[in-house]
Every structure is written in C-alpha cells, then in structure tokens.
Nanobody
C-alpha cells in the first residue's frame, strides 16, 4: 500500500511558476513509476507527465512540454512537478499517482493522491 500526499498548489498569475511535491509513504517508492495528472472543472482527468522508477526516463503531454519538468528523489520518497510559464488553461486539480508500469493512461496507476489545486489567473 502506498499513500501519496501532494502539496505546493496555489494561485499564481499567468507567466508565473509553481513547484508541486508529492510525498509517498512506505519503503517501496523506488519500485513505482510516478505520474502527474490534472483535472479541470467539467473535464476528464488528463495526463501531464510521467517519470520512470530510476528517474532516467520522462514523458510529457504536448500541452506542457517545454514548460513543465518532472523529477524525483527516491531517497526522500518524493516526486516533483516544476511548472513554469503557467497559463490560465493550466488551472486544474493536480494529482500524483504511482504505477507498477507507468504511462499516460490513468488506468495503469495503482495509487493516487488527494490532489492539489492550481489556479492561474490571467
């Protein structure tokens, strides 16, 4: 069982930056690929980024490529999402998730955090 707790969300102006963190419980963090997803009001949850177990491989949604960076620190059981050049359309609840096999499909993830709200004002 893995418990995930996100933090770092908030209100920021367009063009600003935020860094989200997600801390995992337990000693098995390094066994999981970690992903970030987001869900805006009235929309389906969508993939944002994923990082492999070792951190050596990452992938991003086209909408955030070049602006967001996912990273992880296995010694701290933490995955990060650095978000730069934020746009109003990035406004959503952001969720981190853990998967034995990572990817862009939410269905492959086994554990989810409670989410953190990110609001970007224009």
């Amino acid at each position: 069982q893995v418990q995930l707790v996100e933090s770092g969300g908030g209100l920021v102006q367009a063009g600003g930056s935020l860094r989200l963190s997600c801390v995992a419980s337990g000693r098995t963090f390094g066994r999981y690929a970690m992903g970030w997803f987001r869900q805006a009001p009235g929309k389906e949850r969508e993939f944002v980024a994923v990082i492999s177990r070792s951190g050596g491989s990452t992938a991003y949604a086209d909408s955030v490529k070049g602006r967001f960076t996912i990273s992880r620190d296995n010694a701290k059981n933490t995955v990060y999402l650095q978000m730069n050049s934020l746009k109003p359309e990035d406004t959503a609840v952001y969720y981190c998730a853990a998967a034995s096999i990572g990817g862009s499909s939410s269905g492959t993830y086994d554990y989810w955090g409670q989410g953190t709200q990110v609001t970007v004002s224009s």
